[in-house]
């Protein structure tokens, strides 16, 4: 008989027999060509919008353009996390990769903080210190990726299950009201001459965009360190799980997400007889999964009075 190499036996072990959990630890079948080719419109028109953001001297436009930046360098690091999340568990990396995607979500927020910090700055500096800026020039480019991050958006919304992409996501929607927001300047520039308009928009973008960047840092961070997950109310399975026939009592229960959207569960049961194990187990699988949504558990049962 053929002796198993140390890749054979790591996919036997991580195997899910006939009633076991049906969450594989990654994402076999998830496509990367929506984010393939929103990282190509983004970083093809980034291009574009930096030439003429410094050439125009706008820092509404300049500030679109940083965003479509960030935008492309997301999109290429949310990628790359999703190609790692798609490997199957090894012997090294048991619960598999997904949890690339929510580090790639969260990197991508704390960049974009820096963005917002930057243009913010520049623009305190620019109301101090008005600067010419060719605002017909502001409006051509500024429309022309406004068209390109809507489309950008569509595409992306077409991935609803991704933490990682709602990141990216909101990059470009971030980069859509910085284009529609440098629009506006431009056309208020050319027709009045006002200078203090461009950099008065950008504050405003900067801050509509921070809650929603402050949102994907918390949920990333929430799904990093092994939080709870939102939509689950763990003082209210310990309630149900205790109300079983033939539960004593429940200790060291710990509820996580193994990756978003698929919650697991380990504990301890105190039961009254070891013998009634089995259907106790089929109760508390049965229960969790219709009532909570979870079929990823593991349970150690302890007659009552062993500890």
């Known amino acids: 008989m053929p002796t198993k190499t140390q890749a054979e036996k790591s996919t036997h072990l991580h195997a899910h027999g006939q009633g076991d959990a049906v969450h594989q630890h990654y994402f076999e079948n998830r496509s990367q060509s929506i984010l393939a080719w929103a990282l190509i419109l983004t970083l093809g028109f980034a291009v574009v919008e930096v030439v003429f953001g410094f050439w125009s001297n706008s820092l509404a436009l300049i500030s679109d353009a940083g965003h479509m930046v960030t935008d492309a360098a997301a999109l290429g690091l949310a990628l790359l996390a999703q190609t790692i999340a798609k490997r199957p568990p090894t012997a090294k990396n048991s619960f598999g990769f997904g949890r690339a995607e929510a580090l790639a979500a969260f990197v991508n927020g704390i960049i974009m903080l820096g963005v917002i910090a930057w243009i913010s700055y520049e623009a305190v500096q620019r109301l101090a210190h008005p600067q010419a800026v060719q605002g017909g020039t502001v409006m051509l480019v500024a429309s022309i990726g406004l068209a390109i991050n809507i489309v950008v958006a569509w595409v992306l919304s077409h991935d609803k299950d991704s933490l990682n ?37 950008s504050i405003f973008v900067s801050l509509l965009i921070l809650k929603s960047t402050f949102g994907v840092l918390a949920d990333s961070y929430h799904f990093l360190m092994e939080g709870v997950p939102q939509h689950i109310d763990y003082v209210k399975i310990g309630e149900d799980l205790e109300a079983i026939p033939g539960v004593l009592s429940v200790h060291d229960l710990h509820i996580w997400e193994m990756s978003p959207g698929h919650p697991a569960l380990i504990g301890h049961l105190e039961i009254n007889d070891i013998s009634a194990w089995p259907r106790i187990m089929e109760s508390v699988k049965s229960m969790l999964l219709v009532t909570h949504n979870i079929d990823h558990i593991t349970l150690q049962p302890e007659v009552g009075g062993e500890n």
């Open 165 to 201: 992409t709602k990141a990216a996501l909101i990059h470009v929607m971030g980069d859509l009201l910085g284009s529609l927001a440098a629009i506006i300047s431009g056309a208020v520039i050319y027709f009045s001459g006002w200078m203090q308009v461009d950099p008065i928009l």
